[in-house]
């Protein structure tokens, strides 16, 4: 009898490693909460273009926009667990939407991270039929007029809408939200008149405003983003505390085998680690990231403190 457990013991020991190596074997699903074009979808097409070469596999990206990326994010933590089904989604679904909405999911137990692929900062931008070429005279506008004008976002609980949750905190003003679907129709609504602003990744936004369409304002990192050298900081125009970074992550269902999750982040590490992937997100304006699941385990934590006041003094706390 002990000889047979032990000899069952090692074969198990065995199965796991060979599961993992030989992993993939079939179309890996990407499920990404928000639309084409979008600055999640993106990411995940160039991160999904690359393992496909690398593994001999297709790796096939479905959007599911909707609900700030819950739908999404939904649909990836009631997959199958078998290591075939992954998510790109934003920080809304798993750290801040729990907080302000009703879930279909718990985010904590019902999927595991991987990694975090990109970041980006937030850019402010104005209708150019605004009127405003700064963020001192968007401020004294909407100190004229409270609660007369209003921004767009990518969802409830989205950077996009947290971060002009901010932006009305730090500056004592008051505007009005209406969430879209994902962040073309964002900045769309924006170019309509439809909305007067937004905060937006560069990618959605940087076109548009060279085309004259909308301005871009200011950007929401400590220091003036590379990409952007001529669009000055929150911070240099008075407004102190409106710091905010839109990434993307991939994610798994809560019970994929941690050992082709482990190998699911070091072929997507090499990725981002690659010169024509890296050139590729360059192009996009995005910064890749590649932390391991433990780091991306302990950012979440660190960001939901720090997003639970932001929503608690914002009211959008869900009762």
Same mark, same amino acid.
Do not use: C
């Given at each position: 009898?002990?000889?047979?457990?032990?000899?069952?013991?090692?074969?198990?020991?065995?199965?796991?490693?060979?599961?993992?190596?030989?992993?993939?074997?079939?179309?890996?699903?990407?499920?990404?909460?928000?639309?084409?074009?979008?600055?999640?979808?993106?990411?995940?097409?160039?991160?999904?273009?690359?393992?496909?070469?690398?593994?001999?596999?297709?790796?096939?990206?479905?959007?599911?926009?909707?609900?700030?990326?819950?739908?999404?994010?939904?649909?990836?933590?009631?997959?199958?667990?078998?290591?075939?089904?992954?998510?790109?989604?934003?920080?809304?679904?798993?750290?801040?939407?729990?907080?302000?909405?009703?879930?279909?999911?718990?985010?904590?137990?019902?999927?595991?991270?991987?990694?975090?692929?990109?970041?980006?900062?937030?850019?402010?931008?104005?209708?150019?039929?605004?009127?405003?070429?700064?963020?001192?005279?968007?401020?004294?506008?909407?100190?004229?007029?409270?609660?007369?004008?209003?921004?767009?976002?990518?969802?409830?609980?989205?950077?996009?809408?947290?971060?002009?949750?901010?932006?009305?905190?730090?500056?004592?003003?008051?505007?009005?939200?209406?969430?879209?679907?994902?962040?073309?129709?964002?900045?769309?609504?924006?170019?309509?008149?439809?909305?007067?602003?937004?905060?937006?990744?560069?990618?959605?936004?940087?076109?548009?405003?060279?085309?004259?369409?909308?301005?871009?304002?200011?950007?929401?990192?400590?220091?003036?983003?590379?990409?952007?050298?001529?669009?000055?900081?929150?911070?240099?125009?008075?407004?102190?505390?409106?710091?905010?970074?839109?990434?993307?992550?991939?994610?798994?269902?809560?019970? #994929? $085998?941690?050992?082709?999750?482990? *190998? !699911?982040?070091? =072929?997507? %590490?090499?990725?981002?680690?690659?010169? +024509?992937?890296?050139?590729?997100?360059?192009?996009?304006?995005?910064?890749?990231?590649?932390? #391991? $699941?433990?780091?991306?385990?302990? *950012? !979440?934590?660190? =960001?939901? %403190?720090?997003?639970?006041?932001?929503? +608690?003094?914002?009211?959008?706390?869900?009762?």
């Amino acid at each position: 009898m002990r000889k047979t457990l032990a000899l069952a013991l090692l074969a198990a020991l065995a199965a796991g490693p060979a599961t993992a190596q030989d992993w993939p074997k079939q179309a890996v699903n990407i499920i990404v909460g928000f639309g084409p074009g979008s600055t999640p979808d993106l990411v995940s097409r160039v991160i999904a273009d690359h393992l496909q070469k690398k593994l001999n596999q297709p790796f096939v990206v479905h959007n599911r926009p909707g609900a700030g990326g819950n739908i999404g994010a939904d649909a990836v933590a009631k997959a199958e667990a078998d290591g075939y089904t992954f998510g790109t989604t934003i920080p809304g679904p798993l750290i801040v939407n729990p907080m302000t909405t009703k879930m279909t999911f718990d985010p904590k137990k019902d999927l595991q991270p991987v990694t975090i692929l990109a970041t980006q900062p937030s850019v402010l931008v104005v209708s150019s039929k605004l009127g405003v070429n700064n963020l001192k005279e968007l401020i004294a506008l909407l100190k004229k007029n409270p609660g007369k004008y209003n921004y767009s976002s990518i969802g409830i609980g989205s950077i996009s809408h947290l971060s002009m949750v901010l932006v009305a905190q730090q500056s004592g003003t008051e505007i009005q939200h209406i969430p879209y679907k994902s962040s073309p129709d964002a900045v769309a609504a924006v170019i309509a008149g439809d909305t007067h602003m937004a905060t937006l990744a560069p990618n959605a936004v940087t076109g548009h405003a060279q085309a004259g369409t909308i301005k871009m304002i200011a950007v929401s990192t400590p220091k003036r983003w590379p990409a952007l050298p001529d669009v000055p900081t929150f911070a240099e125009q008075g407004v102190e505390g409106v710091q905010a970074e839109a990434w993307m992550a991939m994610v798994a269902p809560a019970a #994929t $085998p941690d050992a082709i999750v482990d *190998r !699911l982040y070091k =072929e997507v %590490k090499g990725a981002l680690d690659s010169e +024509d992937v890296k050139a590729q997100m360059t192009k996009f304006g995005f910064q890749p990231v590649g932390i #391991t $699941p433990a780091e991306f385990k302990k *950012r !979440l934590e660190e =960001e939901e %403190k720090r997003w639970s006041k932001v929503v +608690d003094a914002a009211g959008l706390r869900a009762k």
